[in-house]
């Protein structure tokens, strides 16, 4: 077996369907990769949906309590067989030659932690037709390698060896980056194609709620906290935005009767721009709020005077 694609998934029936119907549409040899989906304890009939397809490539279904996607992608490493695993997540839409395309930088470079691109689309049957859109893609791309673990691919072996993503970590963010150091630390490189380009599916009127968002920042927070703790050094700790203290600080007014005020009237005079601003800055206050946490939590300092 080639290559394990391990996707994690809670409560996306609708687009995980999408998702996998591209997978199984993939160009490279059914009988050389399989798909490994952890199901992280949705409620949304998600199972139903999945004992309804026809995989023609090998295909596993697991299902765990609700623990986080990382722990998931644990799970699904375990199962895996592939010499190469790619990490996608479940509202992911992948072109027919993603999976060719991780592959050949892993058969063109030794020992490698491939990434790919990723553009977003609110179109759940997009044909991947634009090859502009891609080409614009490709060329604004600066952002270089990363371990965003909705696009990546490693050797199975390595994620074995590192013991895969640290479970210490509790909610949203910063697992997969420390991940990635890990693997760094072993010898392997990070290299980006940018013809592994997938497409995020968001519905045009998809809206998260402003204390939903607010309390992924808070988690957030709190695991830069535990990755600075993991990884110290003054790069890591720039990374993890520290600055966000000190302009948490500045911003000591949003969360009174005047920062109320303005917000009353922003609203009332339908101000978009100083409404996503202030938005933006609660956003930046409860991932604040969660390096605060963090800090108390793991008894560390990011700042001398904090």
Same mark, same amino acid.
């Given at each position: 077996?080639?290559?394990?694609?391990?996707?994690?998934?809670?409560?996306?029936? &609708?687009?995980?369907?999408?998702?996998?119907?591209?997978?199984?549409?993939?160009?490279?040899?059914?009988?050389?990769?399989?798909?490994?989906?952890?199901?992280?304890? /949705?409620?949304? %009939?998600?199972?139903?949906?999945?004992?309804?397809? $026809?995989?023609?490539?090998?295909?596993?279904?697991?299902?765990?309590?609700?623990?986080?996607?990382?722990?998931?992608? $644990?799970?699904?490493?375990?199962?895996?067989?592939?010499?190469?695993?790619?990490?996608?997540?479940?509202?992911?839409?992948?072109?027919?030659?993603?999976?060719?395309?991780?592959?050949?930088?892993?058969?063109?470079?030794?020992?490698?932690?491939?990434? %790919?691109?990723?553009?977003?689309? /609110?179109?759940?049957?997009?044909?991947?037709?634009?090859?502009?859109?891609?080409?614009?893609?490709?060329?604004?791309?600066? /952002? %270089?390698?990363?371990?965003?673990?909705?696009?990546?691919?490693?050797?199975?072996?390595?994620?074995?060896?590192?013991?895969?993503?640290?479970?210490?970590?509790?909610?949203?963010?910063?697992?997969?980056?420390?991940?990635?150091?890990?693997?760094?630390?072993?010898?392997?490189?990070?290299?980006?194609?940018?013809?592994?380009?997938?497409?995020?599916?968001?519905?045009?009127?998809?809206?998260?709620?402003?204390?939903?968002?607010?309390?992924?920042?808070?988690?957030?927070?709190?695991?830069?906290?535990?990755?600075?703790?993991?990884?110290?050094?003054?790069?890591? &700790?720039?990374?993890?935005?520290?600055?966000?203290?000190?302009?948490?600080?500045?911003?000591?007014?949003?969360? /009174?009767?005047? %920062?109320?005020?303005?917000?009353?009237?922003?609203?009332?005079?339908?101000?978009?721009?100083?409404?996503?601003?202030?938005?933006?800055?609660?956003?930046?206050?409860?991932?604040?709020?969660?390096?605060?946490?963090?800090? &108390?939590?793991?008894?560390?300092?990011?700042?001398?005077?904090?």
């Amino acid at each position: 077996m080639d290559v394990s694609i391990v996707i994690p998934t809670y409560n996306r029936k &609708k687009v995980l369907k999408r998702c996998l119907e591209l997978l199984f549409a993939q160009n490279y040899p059914k009988d050389k990769y399989e798909i490994i989906l952890v199901d992280d304890g /949705s409620t949304d %009939g998600t199972d139903k949906m999945v004992a309804s397809l $026809n995989p023609p490539c090998r295909f596993t279904y697991l299902y765990q309590e609700r623990k986080g996607p990382h722990i998931a992608r $644990n799970l699904g490493i375990t199962h895996a067989e592939g010499e190469i695993v790619i990490f996608i997540d479940s509202d992911i839409l992948c072109p027919p030659d993603l999976i060719s395309e991780h592959i050949k930088y892993h058969n063109r470079f030794k020992d490698v932690i491939v990434s %790919g691109p990723e553009t977003r689309t /609110s179109d759940l049957y997009d044909k991947f037709q634009d090859i502009e859109k891609r080409k614009f893609k490709k060329f604004w791309d600066l /952002s %270089g390698p990363s371990f965003i673990t909705s696009n990546l691919s490693v050797k199975r072996k390595y994620l074995i060896r590192i013991g895969g993503f640290d479970e210490e970590f509790e909610g949203m963010g910063w697992h997969d980056w420390d991940l990635g150091l890990r693997l760094t630390k072993l010898g392997l490189i990070p290299k980006r194609n940018l013809d592994a380009i997938v497409y995020h599916y968001k519905e045009k009127r998809e809206l998260t709620t402003l204390s939903e968002l607010i309390q992924k920042r808070i988690e957030r927070g709190k695991n830069a906290v535990l990755y600075y703790k993991k990884h110290p050094s003054l790069k890591i &700790k720039l990374g993890i935005r520290v600055h966000h203290l000190i302009k948490d600080k500045l911003l000591w007014w949003l969360d /009174s009767s005047l %920062g109320d005020k303005i917000t009353n009237w922003a609203i009332k005079n339908n101000e978009k721009f100083l409404l996503n601003l202030l938005i933006q800055w609660k956003l930046d206050k409860a991932y604040a709020k969660g390096l605060r946490e963090g800090m &108390k939590k793991y008894k560390i300092k990011l700042l001398p005077w904090m």
